[in-house]
């Protein structure tokens, strides 16, 4: 992927199509929420098309992201960066957005995800980062000033000056532009990031966050696309998502550290892989699928709980003995395998359940691990399944899960 280069000469960023990707980067946008007084089932989630329109342009998929902040984690394990948009002028945007979207870039900036910030997007990220949100600053709050000319920011409103040496000086080839603008409130102080161009008042027209990670921040609205420069945002957003997808996304070599950071946040963690109390493996592997032999819940090498579903045991015992089973059949697939970043699908998960006669919720027992598994991976959990009751199971335990999964070839 060829992004920008230090020394002299062209610094235009090719998209990546150019390159022939055959899965485009995939762009987390946030939208704004616009709310019904009738009823809370006719709120929109709303985003102006040409958002979608300038990712596809500079070669990503633009998927909209709703507010749900207990799947963040999810979501960034899905995607290959994050746009976060603006708002409308001189609006508070809802409570709601906020916390989400300061809790998504939080943790995509843990995850060294690439970000873009838009207008609001780049106050909100920047305020982050040790920076001061202003709201009408003098200059800012009468009806018309040079950031707010029009009510569609559809043609140039005012130059910027550029820090030489900078990332923005680079693709513009200069350190002057014209740009857009349609906002009230700004960006002011320092942070953990440079500012890399100014409006002639001294507003912050843009800024890089501090470490390895790509964070820009602009306050014009590059996705009206007036200007080379413009695309040249999008196509280095874009490319830097590319890039990041294909070295250090959840789709390669980080799975392991994902997996492991999703486990903490559950309080959980992976055992160590059981020796087989009988004549028989942990799990086998045919070409690039790998069928792991039936696990129990076992905690420290201890069983986690002992009885029948529906007598002495309760469904939500069950359920964390289903979790537990499942965690060390995960055990089992990753030593085999050699890591779980190499599992590429899940085939069949089956569980056992241990249970009296009248009991007849088997599957909701099962459902324990078969949630487990969706979010540890959330990207290909999907598995077809059996849930069977049977009379007793070895150890006396409530549950055992038996696993079968795809990996990569070459291990």
């Keep these: 992927m060829d992004t920008q280069p ?5 610094s235009r960023v090719h998209t990546t199509a150019d390159a022939g990707h055959a899965r485009p980067p995939v762009i987390l946008i946030t939208p704004d929420l616009c709310t019904e007084d009738t009823a ?6 709303v985003v102006r098309t040409n958002y979608a329109e300038a990712i596809k342009e500079a070669g990503g998929l633009a998927l909209i992201l709703p507010y749900h902040l207990d799947h963040i984690a999810a979501a960034l394990a899905l995607c290959d960066g994050v746009l976060v948009t603006g708002a409308q002028p001189g609006a508070e945007v809802a409570k709601q957005r906020g916390a989400f979207e300061r809790a998504l870039v939080h943790q995509a900036l843990a995850e060294g995800k690439p970000l873009l910030g838009i207008c609001h997007g780049m106050q909100l990220i920047g305020e982050h980062l040790g920076g001061s949100f202003a709201k009408d600053l003098p200059g800012l709050a009468s009806e018309t000033t040079a950031h707010l000319p029009y009510a569609v920011p559809d043609r140039l409103a005012h ?3 550029i820090t030489p040496g900078s990332v923005l000086a680079e693709w513009q080839g200069g350190t002057t532009a014209e740009v857009n603008s349609l906002h009230r409130h700004a960006l002011t102080g320092a ?5 890399l161009a100014c409006a002639p ?6 800024f890089e966050a501090l470490g390895d990670t790509f964070c820009l921040g602009v ?10 420069l413009d695309r040249q945002i999008l196509k280095g957003f874009v490319a830097k998502c590319a890039e ?13 550290a994902l997996i492991k950071a999703r486990l903490d946040e559950l309080g959980l963690a992976l055992p160590e892989a059981s020796l087989p109390p009988g004549a028989f493996v942990g799990a086998v592997q045919s070409g690039t699928i790998v069928t792991v032999s039936g696990q129990v819940p076992l905690r420290d090498g201890q069983v986690v709980c002992t009885g029948h579903v529906g007598g002495g045991v309760s469904i939500d015992q069950a359920r964390d003995s289903a979790r537990w089973a499942l965690l060390n059949a995960l055990a089992q697939l990753e030593k085999i395998a050699g890591g779980l970043d190499r599992v590429t699908s ?3 998960l089956a569980g056992y359940v241990s249970a009296t006669p009248d009991f007849t919720r088997h599957g909701l027992v099962v459902d324990g691990a078969s949630e487990l598994l969706r979010d540890l991976f959330p990207d290909r959990w999907m598995h077809a399944r059996v849930a069977l009751g049977v009379s007793s199971l070895p150890r006396g335990v409530p549950v055992e899960i038996e696993l079968s999964a795809v990996v990569t070839e070459g291990h």
């Design 201 to 206: 008042d001294g507003v912050t027209e843009a």
């Design 6 to 10: 230090k020394g002299g000469g062209e």
């Design 40 to 45: 809370e089932t006719e709120h929109q989630y």
């Design 346 to 348: 899940f085939v069949r």
């Design 191 to 195: 942070g953990k990031f440079n500012v």
């Design 244 to 256: 990041r997808g294909a070295n250090g996304s959840p789709l390669s070599r980080n799975r392991n």
């Design 159 to 161: 130059e910027i000056a």
């Design 219 to 228: 306050q014009w609205h590059p996705e009206y696309r007036l200007t080379e």
